[in-house]
C-alpha cells in the first residue's frame, strides 16, 4: 500500500463513451501525476498538478481532461477516445515541485483501460 | 533529445547477483532514480543518486556516475519474489523526470 489508491482498476470502453478515472492520495502532497504506461515504452507524462494548479500538459490530446480539485484527488475525464488510448493510466503524488529539484514520486496500482 | 536506455530483458539465477545498467542523456540533470514495478502493479521507489558513487540499501545498490550519464542497479542474492520490471528515470532540468523502457529481470530456480 503506497498510500495513493486509484479506481477503477479496469475499464472497458467504446469509443462514444465518456468515463472518468479518480486517483486519490493520503501522504500529505502536493503535486500530483497523470502517467500512461503502454507496454514496452517508457512511461509517458500526461499532465502535472502543483498546489492544484495546472503546472504540464504534454502535447496530450483534448480528448482526455484532467481536473485536479483539491491537493489530494486528481481525476482524468476522458471522452471518444480511440482504440490506440487503451493503456495502463498510472497516478503519482510527490511532496512538492520545484525548478531545479527531482522529487520522489509515489504511484497508484493504475488503471488497466481498454477502448473497443 | 532526451533518451534514457536500459536493457529491454535479463535472465539471472536464484541466489546469484544482477546488474541492470542505465545510460541517459537529458537536459540537465537533478538525479536518477530507480523503480521496481511488478507485473499488474505500481512502480515503488528503490533508490535516488545525485552524486557520484555507490548507494547501497540492503540487497540492493546503485551506482552513478554523472561525467559518464551512467547508473547501474546491483541486486544480490537475488529472490524468485525480485522477478519484475526495473524503470530507470532521470530528473531534468524542468523537474519532470524522464523515464526509461525499464527492464524486465527474470528470475530462475
Known amino acids: 500500500e503506497t498510500g495513493v489508491t486509484q479506481t477503477p482498476r479496469h475499464l472497458v470502453m467504446g469509443m462514444t463513451n465518456k468515463k472518468s478515472l479518480k486517483c486519490e492520495q493520503h501522504?500529505?502532497?502536493?503535486?500530483m501525476y497523470w502517467y500512461k504506461q503502454s507496454a514496452k515504452k517508457p512511461l509517458e507524462l500526461m499532465f502535472v498538478y502543483n498546489f492544484k494548479e495546472q503546472t504540464e500538459n504534454n502535447s496530450v490530446p483534448s480528448r482526455f481532461s484532467p481536473e485536479c480539485p483539491n491537493s489530494s484527488h486528481l481525476f482524468l475525464h476522458l471522452h471518444t477516445l480511440q482504440p490506440e488510448d487503451s493503456a495502463l493510466y498510472l497516478c503519482a503524488s510527490s511532496p512538492h515541485l520545484e525548478r531545479g529539484g527531482a522529487d520522489t514520486q509515489y504511484f497508484g496500482p493504475g488503471t488497466r483501460l481498454t477502448v473497443l | 533529445g532526451q533518451n534514457i536506455d536500459q536493457p529491454t530483458e535479463m535472465t539471472a539465477t536464484e541466489g546469484a547477483i544482477v546488474q541492470i545498467n542505465c545510460t541517459y542523456q537529458?537536459?540537465?540533470?537533478?538525479?536518477l532514480f530507480w523503480y521496481q514495478q511488478h507485473a499488474g502493479e505500481a512502480p515503488t521507489f528503490l533508490s535516488y543518486n545525485v552524486l557520484d558513487g555507490l548507494e547501497e540499501k540492503g540487497r540492493f545498490s546503485s551506482f552513478l556516475s554523472r561525467s559518464k550519464g551512467y547508473s547501474y542497479l546491483l541486486l544480490k542474492e537475488l529472490q524468485m519474489n525480485d522477478s519484475a520490471s526495473y524503470l530507470c528515470a532521470v530528473g531534468d532540468s524542468n523537474y519532470q523526470l524522464i523515464w526509461g523502457a525499464g527492464t524486465k529481470l527474470i528470475i530462475k530456480p
Open positions: 501522504l500529505g502532497h502536493n503535486a
Open positions: 537529458t537536459s540537465g540533470f537533478n538525479g
